[in-house]
């Protein structure tokens, strides 16, 4: 396996299995306080002395890992662990822990701007934006025709972005507190102009006309700052799901990958059959987002179809059942099977930053677990 780079990412006609790449973001921290340390550049040099290139994120205490362009689950799961692992021996090499939590549970007043020429430009125009925004996310890539197609799995899709938001939270600890929330992430990651869900998309030049009108009024720097939790890539034929938080695990990741694929396979029958994606009110959608955040797998939901309160897990299970037929065709029950009984029994990373928190009544706490964690 190369340098893992998403660029390799490939598009896939409609009659074929698409092809899936993921990419994770991690924070560096002290081993001894749990505090966010500013060290990306000697992890990825360490990395890199490896055979494996890191991101450079927009703060100087985060590093990304992507993975190639994978054909099945399995694979996806095998480059995460790997690349993990260098991940890990880099920052060992370092003197620095690294963990995959959605916000880092301990943290200093401001994260440092990594010095690039575009981070400094992002640094200089958004000021404490980009100086509060030590969050990981995890983004995954999932093969299409073209552009068009990306739009319209981004419709049928948006209806499905409270439960992947629940699924995945794993930010509940922030500034050795509670947040209340369990992916506190998101509710900072919302504060940037262009992010959240997307609207529902007319077409193509919708989408075009938008971005153009993000750049051209200095709400955004570029077509990469369209940081909606769905978007048509900007550089890959792709479309890119953004909603979840990184995840504590290697196995979760891949899981969430798994589903999003299975998700987008679906919605591709849906727009060759001619089944149009449910227009979602955008404050129906709004209010289900925040109760995803702040309820996450374990409580309630809203139903964003019929706008009543649900169980989240109930909710997760019948977005499971409705991309069985998918699932089937990527021979991935099993793996799913296997997720979705993780969860029962010990909820999701939220849930379980939550119980460390609750034990120890301290952010490091959660954090010398998310080490222990990061390459189970």
Not at 124 to 129: K, T
Not at 233 to 242: C, G, I, K, N, Q
Request: hydrophobic share 40%; glycine share 8%; net charge negative.
């Amino acid at each position: 396996m190369g340098p893992a780079d998403a660029s390799t990412t490939d598009g896939t006609d409609s009659t074929a299995v698409p092809t899936i790449g993921v990419e994770e973001e991690f924070i560096l921290v002290d081993r001894s306080t749990g505090h966010p340390v500013g060290r990306n550049r000697e992890v990825a040099e360490a990395a890199a002395r490896r055979g494996v290139r890191l991101d450079l994120e927009l703060t100087t205490c985060q590093v990304e890992i992507a993975t190639s362009a994978c054909s099945t689950s399995r694979q996806v799961l095998a480059e995460l662990r790997q690349l993990r692992s260098v991940v890990s021996a880099a920052a060992h090499e370092v003197g620095v822990g690294v963990i995959a939590t959605g916000v880092p549970p301990t943290v200093p007043d401001a994260f440092p701007i990594t010095d690039t020429e575009r981070y400094r430009r992002i640094g200089e125009h958004f000021g404490m934006l980009a100086h509060e925004q030590g969050i990981s996310g995890c983004h995954i890539h999932v093969g299409v025709v073209d552009r068009d197609v990306a739009v319209g799995v981004s419709n049928h899709l948006r209806r499905r972005l409270p439960v992947l938001l629940a699924l995945s939270a794993n930010s509940a600890i922030y500034r050795d507190a509670d947040t209340g929330h369990a992916s506190w992430r998101s509710v900072l990651w919302n504060r940037w102009p262009a992010s959240g869900p997307p609207p529902h998309l007319r077409s193509r030049q919708h989408f075009e006309q938008l971005v153009d009108m993000f750049v051209s009024s200095g709400a955004i720097l570029d077509d990469h700052m369209v940081y909606w939790d769905i978007r048509p890539s900007d550089h890959l034929p792709t479309v890119e799901v953004r909603i979840g938080d990184v995840q504590q695990s290697a196995a979760d990741a891949a899981a969430l990958a798994t589903i999003v694929r299975a998700l987008v396979m679906t919605a591709t029958v849906d727009l060759a059959a001619g089944r149009a994606a449910p227009e979602i009110d955008a404050a129906v959608l709004s209010a289900a987002l925040w109760k995803a955040a702040h309820d996450g797998i374990d409580g309630d939901g809203i139903d964003v179809l019929t706008q009543r309160p649900a169980a989240a897990r109930d909710m997760a299970a019948g977005l499971i059942d409705d991309i069985d037929p998918s699932l089937g065709t990527l021979g991935d029950r099993d793996q799913i099977t296997q997720y979705v009984a993780r969860l029962a029994r010990h909820g999701n990373g939220a849930t379980r930053q939550r119980a460390q928190f609750s034990a120890h009544t301290r952010g490091s706490a959660v954090v010398e677990a998310a080490m222990r964690a990061f390459t189970e």
